[in-house]
């Protein structure tokens, strides 16, 4: 079991991928600080991102400059190959044990002001909390906070990307992180097999338009491209991670 940070490597930031930005950089930024994010985009003052960590870190970062602000990952308690919370991304980084030491957890989701938050000695009584829960695969997580930054060198022990991503621009880039890369087996979808019910209509009509089958690298083009309202294109990725993985024992 791991601490996971999840991504999409080549999906775009500031002219370019973000990917490039955690190499240039050197660390992974909170959304205070990037302006992104795989989720809502409510990270400024009064925002719901805002008071939901105004509450959970009883006003600890109200004042602080948007750089302390924690950085959001998950427990992989399952140690799923693709993260502990593919929904918020196609790739994670993969923490060192010591990164538990200054980080915090809650179940569910902060988007829900869980009363359940602690630190690591709380992750056995989160975990049974998840499990009973009964959540889909995307919303079964038990949500991680890490504090004080997250510096590739120091935190990070490996990169783990979906294999589409062997070659091109990402490949080009991940050798700079100076952490071991890995892959998991990948998410991989026929357009013709998409649960419209899962995310509605557009979602998967906008699959079909891309190709016959769908990967993250050709979901990426399509967010980078600015062809497409973002919310779409961040629903058909839930129906990829949902539906695509094609490692068995993750299936469900």
């Not at 302006?35 to 600890?60: H, I, K, M, Q, V």
């Not at 399952?78 to 919370?85: A, E, K, R, T, W």
């Not at 196609?90 to 002001?113: G, K, N, Q, Y």
Request: with cysteine; proline share 6%.
């Amino acid at each position: 079991m791991s601490l996971t940070l999840q991504f999409h490597p080549d999906w775009p930031h500031q002219g370019g991928l973000v990917i490039e930005a955690i190499a240039r950089d050197g660390s992974y930024r909170s959304q205070f600080e990037t302006g992104s994010s795989n989720g809502g985009l409510t990270a400024y003052p009064g925002g719901d991102r805002w008071r939901w960590e105004s509450r959970l870190f009883a006003g600890r970062y109200d004042v602080l400059d948007p750089s302390a602000r924690p950085v959001y990952g998950a427990w992989n308690r399952n140690d799923d190959v693709y993260g502990g919370s593919p929904r918020f991304g196609s790739a994670h980084l993969r923490l060192r044990s010591h990164v538990m030491e200054r980080a915090t957890f809650c179940f569910p989701d902060s988007v829900f002001e869980p009363a359940e938050v602690g630190n690591a000695d709380a992750l056995d009584r989160l975990s049974v909390l998840a499990e009973s829960a009964g959540h889909d695969y995307l919303d079964d997580y038990v949500e991680a906070h890490v504090h004080s930054g997250v510096s590739i060198a120091e935190a990070v022990e490996a990169v783990v990307l979906d294999p589409c991503h062997r070659d091109g621009a990402v490949a080009e880039v991940v050798g700079q992180l100076g952490c071991a890369v890995e892959y998991h087996p990948g998410f991989r979808l026929a357009t013709a097999e998409l649960d419209v019910s899962f995310r509605g209509p557009e979602p998967a009509a906008l699959a079909r338009q891309l190709g016959e089958v769908i990967t993250p690298d050709l979901l990426a083009g399509a967010a980078r491209s600015g062809e497409y309202p973002a919310q779409t294109v961040k629903r058909l990725w839930h129906l990829l991670a949902r539906f695509g993985r094609q490692h068995s024992e993750t299936q469900s």
